[in-house]
């Protein structure tokens, strides 16, 4: 069992335990094969730990195991409320191991570490800590149907739930999942990305402490391909929740198929932000800066078009360019004083360097950044200065496809319908954002868009209590809030016949 689990040091010298397994029925146990997935810390490129990969076997396992949970009446009779003081102690061990979660997300990932902790482990512990007041507040319905019948539903767990999630808020979208699947009862077999394979592990540890019987939620780690879509069309799991590109959301919905999963998929976006002549500049301008660059712009809803009156067009750009000069400093990410920290990976920096080649290629104007940048520690790492595209036309691929990096392309517009029809004009329709002062333009216009999220006079401030999802082809299904329950129950109605006598 040694190599399950090794001692390390994270470069803020802070020493754990961490667990390099697969956690399946509540105990660690090696990958079938013996691959091992190599989690690398993108600050300086050095590799951190090696932890298990898991085959379709491993898949396998898992599912017996979740399986024989969800049959098991430790869980599936356990009193609802009882249920949701599992969740509840379990938002409360996360709490109390923030600063060591926070630590291994910013090794990991490369997120500065005073968000992980005050952003990312506090939404982490939230949500669980929402949902847990969920457990026992999920009711069926009474239907009058007239007096010789009773109708009603119960509002039961869908079974053994697959979900794949990606590794630009690793703890987040675990918490994200788990939170509404296990308020309705369910079990779980998640695979976290090979990207940032290791604050997960640490977790489940958490899992096992608060009290959930085995086999309740299995985590794994495992490549995509192997793991990932062994996960999607296994034939023993009854639903699927993904989020990540929409590339890979269309491949799990065709491999899902083959038993019809129900499916919840979070995918990508190309979100829009427009500001009216008429908006706050400096509140647009601060706005829409973390609306993009936060998170080094690794955020499915990130507003990455920005679109701007012509009137007020010049203005916002020296604007915008003077707040991303001021805030967005480039460093380590467990300095304080650091906004932005290295993309993830190495294939996450070379796709926004080459879309940053893109932007010149198809003739838009490089306003700011646009290269790798290497003034951290030895210069190693996957920095990439914040840049900024002007003179952006609608068919050039800055403006149609996701970058998922610190890169944002502003365009300008002359009046409402113009700034619509950009808006409207992509395949995804996730997030969006509007800058105005006049109230009834704002709702009028968040009608017309064809997003899942419309932020008025900010963006990004999504919250675990806010239904979250997109149109198009961003995704299907909703996830947070009292919205996320329905994508884990189904809806079961009884008959009873009082006075229909044959
Ligand atoms: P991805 O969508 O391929 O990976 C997300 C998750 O899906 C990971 O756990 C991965 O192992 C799994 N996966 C990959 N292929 C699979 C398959 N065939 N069957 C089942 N599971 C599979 O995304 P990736 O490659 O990490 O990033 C590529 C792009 O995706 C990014 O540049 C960004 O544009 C977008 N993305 C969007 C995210 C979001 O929040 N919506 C999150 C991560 C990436
Ligand atoms: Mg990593």
Redesign the pocket.
């Known amino acids: 069992m040694s190599d399950l689990s090794i001692e390390l040091t994270a470069p803020n010298g802070r020493k754990y335990q961490q667990p390099t397994g697969l956690f399946i029925n509540n105990e660690w146990v090696a990958s079938s094969k013996g691959n091992k997935i190599t989690s690398i810390n993108p600050t300086d490129e050095s590799e951190i730990a090696q932890v298990h990969a898991a085959e379709p076997e491993d898949v396998d396992k898992a599912v017996e195991a979740a399986r024989a949970a969800f049959n098991n009446p430790t869980w599936r009779d356990m009193a609802p409320t009882e249920r949701g003081d599992l969740m509840y102690k379990l938002s409360q061990l996360v709490e109390q191991n923030k600063e060591l979660l926070a630590t291994i997300e910013t090794w990991d990932n490369g997120k500065p570490y005073q968000v992980a902790l005050n952003e990312d482990l506090a939404e982490v512990s939230g949500c669980l800590k929402y949902y847990a007041g969920y457990a026992d507040k999920v009711h069926g319905q009474v239907i009058d149907t007239g007096p010789n019948k009773l109708a009603y539903t119960i509002r039961e767990p869908l079974g053994v739930c697959g979900q794949?999630?990606?590794?630009?808020?690793p703890l987040g979208?675990a918490a994200w999942k788990l939170g509404p699947a296990l308020a309705c009862g369910n079990t779980i077999v998640m695979?976290?990305?090979?990207?940032t394979p290791l604050s997960i592990l640490v977790l489940a540890n958490l899992i096992k402490e608060a009290g959930f019987p085995p086999g309740v939620v299995n985590i794994l780690n495992?490549?995509?391909?192997v793991?990932?879509?062994?996960?999607?069309q296994h034939v023993g799991i009854d639903k699927i929740a993904?989020?990540?590109?929409?590339?890979?959301?269309r491949?799990?919905m065709k491999?899902a198929s083959v038993n019809l999963k129900n499916i919840t998929l979070?995918?990508?976006?190309k979100s829009p932000l427009i500001v009216f002549e008429d908006a706050d500049m400096e509140q647009a301008v601060r706005w829409s800066h973390i609306g993009i660059m936060s998170n080094m712009g690794?955020?499915?809803?990130a507003t990455s078009r920005i679109l701007v009156q012509e009137s007020i067009y010049d203005t916002f750009v020296e604007a915008f360019k003077k707040q991303v000069t001021s805030t967005s400093k480039v460093g380590d990410p467990f300095s304080d004083s650091t906004f932005q920290g290295p993309q993830?990976?190495k294939?996450?920096y070379e796709?926004v360097l080459g879309y940053i080649e893109a932007g010149k290629e198809d003739g838009a104007t490089l306003a700011m950044g646009g290269e790798a940048y290497k003034n951290v520690g030895d210069g190693k790492g996957f920095f990439v200065t914040p840049t900024v595209f002007t003179n952006v036309k609608s068919n050039m691929r800055v403006f149609r496809e996701?970058?998922?990096?610190p890169f944002v392309v502003i365009v300008s517009f002359k009046d409402e319908a113009e700034a619509l029809e950009k808006a409207n004009d992509t395949t995804y329709g996730?997030g969006s954002a509007i800058f105005t002062k006049d109230i009834v333009r704002a709702h009028k216009l968040a009608r017309k868009i064809e997003a899942g999220m419309v932020w008025i006079n900010s963006s990004q401030d999504s919250d675990f209590r806010i239904p979250f999802g997109g149109v198009k082809q961003?995704?299907i299904g909703r996830e947070l809030g009292e919205a996320g329950l329905d994508a884990y129950t189904n809806k079961k109605s009884v008959h009873v016949n009082l006075g229909t006598w044959l």
């Open positions: 794949i999630i990606p590794w630009n808020y979208m695979k976290a990305a090979e990207q495992g490549y995509g391909r793991a990932g879509a062994a996960i999607a993904f989020t990540g590109s929409t590339a890979t959301g491949e799990i491999q979070e995918t990508g976006g690794q955020i499915c809803t993830v990976t294939a996450q796709k996701e970058v998922f990096g996730l961003s995704g």
